[in-house]
């Protein structure tokens, strides 16, 4: 997901704009620039990679002004080298995109006909020569921009700068992102809350087909129909300590060893202590009344939404459907009116899962959301809102959230329980128990990053990983794969235990390791017999589970790693530590860039 900083300074922006992308680094990207206005001229630098050659660039030429816009870049459309980096430019108009324009072809076309001429391969260049062509017209960017906006079919964030103006810029939203900040005689555009911390905590997030005039007086904002309209200005509570590792080396290891703090306050929101029962944000619905429920998502949240699934049903009964987002619109799905539809995201603005949600709520289904930030675009569209407090997450690849999910969902599943009559009292007191035993416990597995670290240099060498996990550990053994393919960049595979017999286990040899997830428990016998079919064809066995199951089962494997002995309940938030620390500790013998893996952003805004 590509950043976007813009300042209507007092003193020079050029330094703050490149600290406002350093902070932005978490989203994923692989070219930057600037764009400032100097002496009625637009100054722009650009640079492919990594951050520090943009800073290499500004030193040897640098860009003064007090007005500037700033991008990070995500490759779409063209690929990753300076002439495809943003800010694009004409001699009048330069502008940051983050988004796609989906009819960008037909656009570029009608412009080239017209003679204009394009310099790169992006999508993004059709709206600069669009408001330039404006510009030149005679109209004020405000006329432009009314114009312009309308013709762009996509999702797109936009900050613009005008040459003949260098007292303002402009923002736009529309599927992606973009808020307002309020300083001392200063005014910001930032993609999130976190790109203006340092310069700010007074925000306002434009609303779909908002856009927006800053000055070093304030905000002017206008609806999509370009009525003049108000925001709330609220205190967003991002800080810069929020980016920063402290003694770790990477922020992935920072929000693993987070984790027992951010499930303990996570559940704080969701369990009463005292009376050990289930407590939900005000509900404006009849949960007993939901008999289907729908959960939609991508990624690691979409396995968080699979453990989910054995939950729901397992409590409540109620039958549940899930899908990643990218495919759910398009297999027409069949949806009851009236049915609960429950989105999990960590930024709550991921294209897929926004465009899914927005369909649900044209087929009638309630919304829920499980988010880990409370002011995104799908938290203000649901009518329940689940937020994770996780706190910001940096590395790219999910760790506190995915737990903090989990979380949330088990006890939103024993809440639907008790709402559905499937759930007595003290049976929602033996839940909220198991639940509230799993900071401890999630402190517990991270004690044996030690033991992890040690063996990694075992997993490194792989071309190929496979990962065996029965029931909510099936999820777990996806999710661990998932893991290792982000970081390291090994193939690696995760598969119910039972399936192994059906064609996967054609895959096994003696260079391929296998890491199984078996916590001892009514799955374990069937899991260890799913592992010894392996092993008698020579894999390489990695047994994860707790003391009874490694004295058991753990004989002939090449390493195993103690976990905690815990309930089923909590045993896949507890077993997420040890399939994170593995892939961060091979990532690390291997020497990959852990926090900021090739071709991946933390949210992708396009579809």
Same mark, same amino acid.
């Given at each position: 997901?590509?950043?976007?900083?813009?300042?209507?300074?007092?003193?020079?922006?050029?330094?703050?704009?490149?600290?406002?992308?350093?902070?932005?680094?978490?989203?994923?990207?692989?070219?930057?620039?600037?764009? &400032?206005? /100097?002496?009625? $001229? *637009? %100054?722009? !630098? #650009?640079? +492919?990679?990594?951050?520090?050659?943009?800073?290499?660039?500004?030193?040897?030429?640098?860009?003064?002004?007090?007005?500037?816009?700033?991008?990070?870049?995500?490759?779409?459309?063209?690929?990753?080298?300076?002439?495809?980096?943003?800010?694009?430019?004409?001699?009048?108009?330069?502008?940051?995109?983050?988004?796609?324009?989906?009819?960008?072809?037909?656009?570029?076309?009608?412009?080239?006909?017209?003679?204009?001429?394009?310099?790169?391969?992006?999508? &993004?260049? /059709?709206?600069? $020569? *669009? %408001?330039? !062509? #404006?510009? +030149?017209?005679?109209?004020?960017?405000?006329?432009?921009?009314?114009?312009?906006?309308?013709?762009?079919?996509?999702?797109?964030?936009?900050?613009?700068?005008?040459?003949?103006?260098?007292?303002?810029?402009?923002?736009?939203?529309?599927?992606?992102?973009?808020?307002?900040?309020?300083?001392?005689?200063?005014?910001?555009?930032?993609?999130?809350?976190?790109?203006?911390?340092?310069?700010?905590?007074?925000?306002?997030?434009?609303?779909?087909?908002?856009?927006?005039?800053?000055?070093?007086?304030?905000?002017?904002?206008?609806?999509?129909?370009?009525?003049?309209?108000?925001?709330?200005?609220?205190?967003?509570?991002?800080?810069?300590?929020?980016?920063?590792?402290?003694?770790?080396?990477?922020?992935?290891?920072?929000?693993?060893?987070?984790?027992?703090?951010?499930?303990?306050?996570?559940?704080?929101?969701?369990?009463?202590?005292?009376?050990?029962?289930?407590?939900?944000?005000?509900?404006?619905?009849?949960?007993?009344?939901?008999?289907?429920?729908?959960?939609?998502?991508?990624?690691?949240?979409?396995?968080?939404?699979?453990?989910?699934?054995?939950?729901?049903?397992?409590?409540?009964?109620?039958?549940?459907?899930?899908?990643?987002?990218?495919?759910?619109?398009?297999?027409?799905?069949?949806?009851?009116?009236?049915?609960?539809?429950?989105?999990?995201?960590?930024?709550?603005?991921?294209?897929?899962?926004?465009?899914?949600?927005?369909?649900?709520?044209?087929?009638?289904?309630?919304?829920?959301?499980?988010?880990?930030?409370?002011?995104?675009?799908?938290?203000?569209?649901?009518?329940?809102?689940?937020?994770?407090?996780?706190?910001?997450?940096?590395?790219?690849?999910?760790?506190?959230?995915?737990?903090?999910?989990?979380?949330?969902?088990?006890?939103?599943?024993?809440?639907?329980?008790?709402?559905?009559?499937?759930?007595?009292?003290?049976?929602?007191?033996?839940?909220?128990?198991?639940?509230?035993?799993?900071?401890?416990?999630?402190?517990?597995?991270?004690?044996?990053?030690?033991?992890?670290?040690?063996?990694?240099?075992?997993?490194?060498?792989?071309?190929?990983?496979?990962?065996?996990?029965?029931?909510?550990?099936?999820?777990?053994?996806?999710?661990?794969?998932?893991?290792?393919?982000?970081?390291?960049?090994?193939?690696?595979?995760?598969?119910?235990?039972?399936?192994?017999?059906?064609?996967?286990?054609?895959?096994?040899?003696?260079?391929?390791?296998?890491?199984?997830?078996?916590?001892?428990?009514?799955?374990?016998?069937?899991?260890?017999?799913?592992?010894?079919?392996?092993?008698?064809?020579?894999?390489?066995?990695?047994?994860?589970?707790?003391?009874?199951?490694?004295?058991?089962?753990?004989?002939?494997?090449?390493?195993?790693?103690?976990?905690?002995?815990?309930?089923?309940?909590?045993?896949?938030?507890?077993?997420?530590?040890?399939?994170?620390?593995?892939?961060?500790?091979?990532?690390?013998?291997?020497?990959?860039?852990?926090?900021?893996?090739?071709?991946?952003?933390?949210?992708?805004?396009?579809?």
């Amino acid at each position: 997901m590509c950043g976007i900083i813009g300042i209507v300074g007092i003193e020079p922006v050029a330094q703050r704009l490149v600290d406002g992308l350093r902070r932005m680094e978490y989203r994923g990207y692989d070219s930057a620039g600037i764009c &400032t206005i /100097v002496d009625g $001229q *637009l %100054v722009r !630098r #650009r640079a +492919e990679g990594k951050l520090a050659n943009l800073v290499k660039e500004l030193d040897g030429r640098p860009a003064e002004g007090e007005v500037g816009i700033a991008h990070t870049r995500w490759a779409t459309h063209g690929a990753p080298t300076e002439a495809n980096a943003h800010p694009h430019a004409t001699a009048e108009v330069a502008l940051v995109h983050n988004g796609i324009i989906e009819n960008f072809k037909q656009l570029r076309d009608e412009m080239i006909a017209e003679g204009r001429k394009f310099e790169s391969e992006t999508d &993004t260049e /059709v709206v600069v $020569q *669009l %408001v330039s !062509r #404006r510009i +030149e017209q005679g109209m004020s960017p405000e006329e432009a921009m009314q114009t312009v906006l309308p013709r762009l079919r996509g999702a797109f964030a936009l900050a613009v700068a005008f040459r003949q103006h260098p007292d303002m810029l402009i923002g736009a939203r529309l599927g992606s992102p973009l808020v307002v900040g309020y300083g001392e005689g200063e005014t910001y555009l930032g993609s999130d809350a976190l790109a203006l911390a340092p310069l700010t905590q007074r925000i306002s997030y434009l609303e779909e087909g908002d856009w927006v005039v800053i000055t070093r007086e304030g905000a002017t904002i206008y609806d999509k129909d370009n009525n003049r309209v108000e925001r709330a200005v609220v205190h967003s509570g991002a800080t810069a300590a929020a980016t920063e590792k402290g003694n770790y080396h990477h922020f992935m290891q920072k929000e693993i060893f987070e984790q027992p703090t951010v499930v303990a306050q996570t559940l704080r929101s969701y369990v009463r202590q005292l009376e050990r029962q289930v407590a939900l944000p005000q509900i404006d619905f009849d949960l007993s009344k939901i008999d289907r429920v729908t959960i939609v998502a991508c990624g690691t949240s979409y396995y968080a939404g699979m453990v989910a699934k054995y939950w729901f049903e397992k409590f409540a009964r109620v039958p549940v459907d899930i899908d990643v987002a990218s495919e759910f619109r398009y297999r027409d799905p069949v949806l009851p009116y009236g049915g609960l539809a429950l989105f999990i995201s960590q930024s709550g603005e991921t294209a897929d899962t926004l465009a899914a949600l927005r369909h649900c709520r044209e087929a009638g289904q309630t919304i829920a959301v499980v988010v880990n930030v409370p002011t995104s675009s799908m938290a203000r569209e649901a009518d329940l809102l689940l937020p994770t407090h996780a706190g910001p997450e940096i590395g790219v690849a999910s760790t506190k959230a995915f737990t903090c999910q989990l979380a949330v969902l088990a006890a939103l599943a024993a809440h639907l329980a008790v709402k559905k009559g499937k759930m007595d009292a003290a049976e929602e007191r033996e839940v909220v128990e198991h639940l509230l035993e799993a900071p401890a416990c999630l402190n517990a597995a991270l004690d044996h990053d030690t033991d992890i670290k040690a063996m990694a240099h075992l997993i490194a060498p792989a071309r190929d990983v496979l990962y065996l996990g029965r029931g909510p550990d099936f999820p777990l053994a996806l999710e661990g794969a998932l893991k290792l393919k982000e970081i390291s960049y090994i193939h690696a595979e995760g598969y119910a235990s039972g399936e192994m017999k059906h064609g996967p286990i054609a895959l096994i040899d003696d260079k391929v390791p296998v890491i199984v997830l078996a916590p001892s428990g009514p799955l374990f016998e069937k899991t260890v017999s799913n592992m010894q079919e392996v092993r008698a064809r020579g894999g390489q066995i990695v047994l994860i589970s707790d003391a009874e199951g490694i004295a058991e089962a753990g004989e002939g494997c090449i390493a195993t790693i103690e976990m905690p002995k815990v309930h089923p309940l909590i045993a896949p938030l507890v077993y997420a530590v040890p399939v994170q620390l593995l892939a961060y500790h091979v990532a690390c013998v291997k020497g990959t860039d852990v926090d900021q893996p090739r071709n991946l952003a933390k949210s992708v805004t396009v579809e």
